[in-house]
Nanobody
Framework: QVLLIESGGGLVQAGGSLRLSCVAS????????MGWFRQSPGQEREFLGI????????HYADSLNGRFTISRDNAKNTVYLQMNILKVDDTAVYYC???????????????WGQGTQVTVSS
C-alpha cells in the first residue's frame, strides 16, 4: 500500500508558475514510476507526464509544449510537478499516481493521491 499526498495547489494568474509536490509513504517509493494527471469538471483524467523509478527518464504529453517538468527526490519520497507559463485552461484538480508499470493511461497506475486544486485566473 502506498499513500500519496499532493500539495502546492492554489490560485495563480495566467503566465505564472506553481510547483506541486506529492509525498509518498508506505511501500518503497523507488519501486514505482510516478505520473501526474489532471481532471477538469466533466472531462476525463488527462495524462501529463511520467518519471521513471530512478528519475532518469521522463515523458510528457505533447499538449504541454514543454511548460511542465517532473522531477523526483527519492531520498524524500517526493515527486514534483513544476508548471510554468500557466494558462486558464490549466485549471483542474491535479493528481499524482504511482505505478509498478510505466504507462500513459490512468489504468496503468496502482495508487492515487487525493488531488490538489489549481486555478489559473485571467
Amino acid at each position: 500500500q502506498v499513500l500519496l499526498i499532493e500539495s502546492g495547489g492554489g490560485l495563480v494568474q495566467a503566465g505564472g508558475s506553481l510547483r506541486l509536490s506529492c509525498v509518498a509513504s508506505g511501500q518503497s517509493f523507488t519501486r514505482y514510476h510516478m505520473g501526474w494527471f489532471r481532471q477538469s469538471p466533466g472531462q476525463e483524467r488527462e495524462f501529463l507526464g511520467i518519471i521513471t523509478t530512478s528519475g532518469g527518464l521522463t515523458h510528457y504529453a505533447d499538449s504541454l509544449n514543454g511548460r511542465f517538468t517532473i522531477s523526483r527526490d527519492n531520498a524524500k519520497n517526493t515527486v514534483y510537478l513544476q508548471m510554468n507559463i500557466l494558462k486558464v485552461d490549466d485549471t483542474a484538480v491535479y493528481y499524482c499516481a504511482a505505478g509498478v508499470a510505466a504507462g500513459l493511461t490512468a489504468a496503468t497506475y496502482d495508487y492515487w493521491g487525493q488531488g490538489t486544486q489549481v486555478t489559473v485566473s485571467s
